[in-house]
């Protein structure tokens, strides 16, 4: 959790979504929670209510607004307890097969180009649920090495595990709880 | 005596530098070959008997052996080279440095570099018309194609397409073009003659396309779908969305059986679908991070 906070609270680098690099990343954990699929697939697909769950997570401000085609689209504003903010287009609530997908638009992860999913499946046991958080993305740095420290693919991948890793056994902590 | 054929999937397994080959007869594994780093685009040639392999960040280009399976040599490629295509005659290798916005034109055989294009931005796709005459490539960053006259390997053409043009396929004749523009969620097909088109909704964040056999027919991956669209090229609309596995990139038609190749780098796996039936047949576990971009099936004869 503390390691978690300090990587987002150091990643001071601008995020942008133009060009990536060309070998995407890929952070994918799971956990299994002893509570009812609908129980947690409510709570996954709050997009609005992330801090309800996630301790890296201080607020969330949800906001409907146009995209550049012209379509509304729902966003949040993730305010983190380590300091700063992730801004986060939502890509779809798909209820019948429990997935929320989204993307990062902007923000202080060291990522570019950054979808990910959560699907949430009833099993293995009965009563019981699996989430399978699964992201996608770019290091930072987009041109050919020598890549500059922060901004490459190690540093990536350990601040989405991170974040994996801190929200998924909060997630299951509040399902579990009456 | 009858004279049988068989294809070979050419697969590369980003996460884990290795080509993994398929039988398309059998659907299994034959072969997992170690190559360069982060291995993403693949070209065949049954001529010269090889599958050459772009390692984006080996910065090299990998040569197997394809009557043996084994790998010949790596070559160092300056940049970051992804796509990757062989002239019809098999003599000539395009490599698309993606970083630096070049194309090497290389020797087939001794990968020598013969001369470099400039082009557009963020060079991905390349196809080679059936006549050799005619190298297309899509600009990602510049949402185009630029058509290079492969005589004077000068650019004759630009075509403007939808945003971040990927992958590209050609139909057998040459008549058409076919381009996926993954952030308009589309797919362009384009007449080679007059250079004009139109374009075709697909899913969400396409990569790649293929023709079906009889060239009816375009499989589009569909990225974040988990999904491939099969597009009606009559009726210039998709009409049907078959359920591969998660993040599906490179797909190819195997012209032996008429079946579709596609491979997932999400679940580490081939789906392969019926282009007859267009259902999902079988999944086949390859290496971590299967991407394939580019033309990954080869046909042979028995030796």
């Not at chain 1, 299994?32 to 992330?50: E, R």
């Not at chain 1, 689209?73 to 209820?95: A, C, F, H, V």
């Not at chain 2, 970051?80 to 062989?86: A, H, N």
């Not at chain 2, 294009?117 to 196809?127: H, N």
Request: hydrophobic content about 40%; charged content about 20%; proline content about 5%.
């Amino acid at each position: 959790m503390k390691k978690v906070l300090a990587l987002i609270a150091m990643a001071i680098l601008p995020l942008t979504a133009a060009a990536h690099g060309p070998s995407p990343q890929k952070v994918e954990k799971e956990i299994v929670i002893k509570a009812d699929p609908a129980k947690v697939w409510a709570l996954v697909k709050d997009f609005g209510n992330l801090q309800k769950w996630h301790p890296a997570v201080a607020s969330t401000t949800l906001e409907t607004k146009k995209d550049e085609n012209g379509d509304e689209q729902t966003y949040r504003t993730l305010t983190l307890k380590g300091g700063g903010t992730i801004y986060e287009k939502l890509r779809g609530i798909d209820d019948k097969d429990m997935q929320l997908k989204y993307e990062i638009v902007s923000g202080v992860l060291p990522v570019a180009d950054y979808n990910a999913k959560m699907t949430v499946k009833a099993g293995p046991g009965a009563g019981e649920t699996t989430v399978v958080w699964m992201a996608r993305f770019y290091r930072v740095y987009k041109l050919n090495p020598p890549i500059p420290a922060g901004q490459d693919d190690e540093s990536a991948i350990s601040a989405v595990t991170g974040v994996f890793e801190a929200g998924l056994p909060a997630l299951k902590a509040l399902a579990e709880s009456k | 005596m009858s004279l049988c054929f068989a294809g070979s999937a050419y697969i590369t397994n980003q996460g884990e530098n290795t080509v993994s080959v398929i039988d398309t007869l059998s659907n299994q594994v034959i072969n997992t070959i170690k190559v360069g780093l982060k291995p993403v685009g693949v070209t065949v040639s049954s001529i010269n008997h090889r599958a050459y392999i772009s390692n984006v960040d080996g910065q090299s280009v990998s040569v197997i052996d394809t009557t043996k399976n084994k790998l010949i040599n790596t070559y160092p490629i300056k940049g970051s080279p992804v796509g990757i295509v062989i002239s019809p005659d098999n003599k000539t290798l395009y490599v698309a440095d993606w970083t630096d916005d070049r194309i090497y034109v290389l020797d087939a055989i001794t990968l020598k570099a013969q001369t470099e294009i400039k082009d557009g931005k963020a060079p991905a796709g390349m196809v080679i018309s059936p006549d050799g005459k005619k190298l297309y490539i899509a600009n990602r960053d510049t949402n185009d194609i630029a058509v290079i006259d492969t005589t004077t390997r000068q650019i004759s053409h630009r075509i403007a397409v939808g945003k971040h043009p990927f992958g590209l396929a050609i139909s057998k004749n040459g008549n058409e073009l076919y381009v996926v523009n993954v952030i308009s969620n589309s797919v362009s097909v384009i007449n080679t003659t007059s250079l004009k088109g139109e374009a075709i909704n697909v899913g969400d964040h396409p990569y790649c396309v293929t023709p079906s056999k009889d060239g009816l027919f375009l499989f589009v991956t569909n990225t974040q779908d988990d999904s491939v669209s099969v597009i009606d090229l009559a009726k210039k609309q998709s009409i049907a969305t078959i359920k591969v596995g998660e993040v599906p990139e490179g797909i190819n038609t195997d012209d032996l059986t008429g079946n579709i190749y596609v491979a997932n780098w999400g679940s580490n796996q081939v789906s392969v679908i019926d282009g007859q039936t267009q259902k999902l047949i079988t999944q086949i576990k390859t290496g971590d991070k299967s991407r394939a971009f580019g033309h990954f099936i080869l046909q042979t004869s028995p030796q």
